[in-house]
């Protein structure tokens, strides 16, 4: 078997993902050693399984954090002592102490009103921040849910044996530049994985190129800075080769030839 039809058989997906069998592992290992040129193949999945599922997801800010440890309930309520005469007042002074009693409980009455109402005001902050955090977990449940699907899908697409995979290398204008098409023999669709691609200038878009007899057929324009993802572009019908250039932004009827980046055949 030639490593053209081990890439299109969907085997290399399944040992990446850890799903294939004991006999296929072996299989593989016995193909690393015929085809060395395989791994790098391997390493390009692990790559691209790596970037879709790997989203960043917002922080919990620390503020939140740092209120709920130090704020639930930490404060230890001041005691008040009423010290009360340890005789007992002559009668003549009775008003004078009972008075005196009447305001040590007024003034009692209002410290513990105080530290209640610090405690209450405590306790709302700490719901709301616990409200706050709620929703900073829901959030980043439902980015991992989207990270999730995106995953099966790219997967999906990696392991379908009716869909060709060409790499776009870079050329003179950046050579670190890279790319993969994933080519729908069956619907035409194409998708691009962005790899490598230096920033374009304001009012400048990338757009793929199918090449077919040697004629450019516009694929569509792509964002340069989504490498998180599949981008879905135009329907191909016949192409050899793909080609990448910076056009200006919506795309142009036909390439800037000495603006090309990025280029790659269909093996």
């Known amino acids: 078997?030639?490593?053209?039809?081990?890439?299109?058989?969907?085997?290399?997906?399944s040992y990446v993902l850890g799903t294939a069998s004991v006999?296929?592992?072996a299989r593989i290992h016995n193909m690393l050693l015929q085809h060395p040129e395989l791994q790098q193949e391997i390493e390009r999945i692990e790559h691209t399984l790596l970037l879709v599922a790997s989203k960043d997801v917002p922080e919990i800010p620390s503020h939140i954090k740092e209120n709920i440890r130090t704020k639930v309930f930490s404060e230890n309520a001041g005691t008040v002592v009423v010290n009360l005469a340890e005789t007992r007042p002559a009668a003549k002074s009775s008003y004078k102490y009972g008075m005196a009693a009447s305001v040590a409980l007024l003034i009692t009455s209002a410290v513990v009103n105080v530290v209640l109402y610090s405690k209450l005001h405590v306790a709302e902050?700490?719901?709301?921040?616990?409200?706050?955090?709620?929703?900073?977990?829901?959030?980043?449940?439902?980015?991992?849910?989207?990270?999730?699907q995106e995953a099966h899908a790219s997967i999906a697409l990696m392991g379908d044996t009716m869909m060709k995979t060409i790499r776009l290398k870079g050329l003179g204008n950046s050579p670190a530049a890279m790319a993969y098409v994933y080519w729908d023999t069956r619907s035409r669709e194409v998708y691009v994985n962005v790899m490598e691609l230096p920033a374009p200038p304001k009012g400048?878009?990338?757009?793929?190129?199918?090449?077919?007899?040697?004629?450019?057929?516009?694929?569509?324009?792509?964002s340069a800075v989504d490498t998180m993802q599949l981008q879905k572009l135009k329907v191909v019908v016949e192409a050899d080769a793909f080609a990448v250039t910076l056009e200006k932004e919506g795309g142009n009827p036909t390439p800037t030839l000495s603006a090309m980046y990025l280029m790659g055949a269909l093996h």
């Not at 078997?1 to 299109?8: A, L, R, S, V």
């Open 1 to 13: 078997m030639e490593p053209g039809d081990i890439i299109n058989s969907g085997i290399l997906e």
């Open 204 to 222: 400048k878009q990338y757009q793929l190129w199918a090449l077919a007899n040697g004629k450019p057929v516009d694929a569509g324009v792509f």
């Open 23 to 25: 006999q296929e592992v």
């Open 125 to 148: 902050q700490t719901v709301a921040d616990l409200n706050q955090e709620k929703s900073v977990l829901a959030q980043q449940m439902e980015i991992s849910r989207t990270s999730l």
